[in-house]
């Protein structure tokens, strides 16, 4: 299992520019998803590949999926040279997306996404449109199916907007 506030941690104590999105942003949102990893997009710039190789070391990040003796260091340099990066480390999956599907990059994704307290840390997480509009461009039968949820999440929150005013 993941461990979101370890991983959470590292980024923000690191100044990473990211926002959360996928499972994780879900259940930010209110979702009752359960996610087995952390999805995060990531800004594409010097720095900030820097700072995020810098900030996910202590946890050994490996290509998910890949053979064990395929040799892989993330640094700044592979950062650049990739765009997503699906990631196990010593604090559980990670998902390094560099662009995300019906969004665009770190900051098209930005601009749909609002602050969130996460484990005490203030982060960037994808809205409920955001997500829903990611999740309709990916068309996979899982983001399919969250898409009901995330809806009529949306439609409570806009309820309780109105009925404020």
Known sequence: MVQTERLLGALCKADVAFVVIGGMAAVAQGSSY???????????????????????????????????????????????????????????????????KGLGDYEAVRAHAEEVEIYGYPVL???????????????????????????ALQALWTESQQKER
């Open 125 to 151: 997480v994808l809205t409920l449109a955001g997500l829903i509009h990611s999740k309709q461009a990916t068309g996979r039968p899982k983001d399919l199916r969250l898409i009901e949820e995330l809806q």
């Open 34 to 100: 359960v996610t087995a990893d952390l999805d995060i997009c990531y800004q594409r710039q010097p720095r900030n590949y820097e700072r995020l190789s810098r900030a996910l070391q202590p946890f050994h990040p490996q290509l998910r999926g890949a053979p064990a003796d395929l040799p892989f260091i993330l640094d700044a340099a592979t950062l650049k040279a990739g765009l997503n990066f699906t990631l196990t480390t010593d604090g559980g999956d990670l998902d390094l997306m560099g662009e995300v």
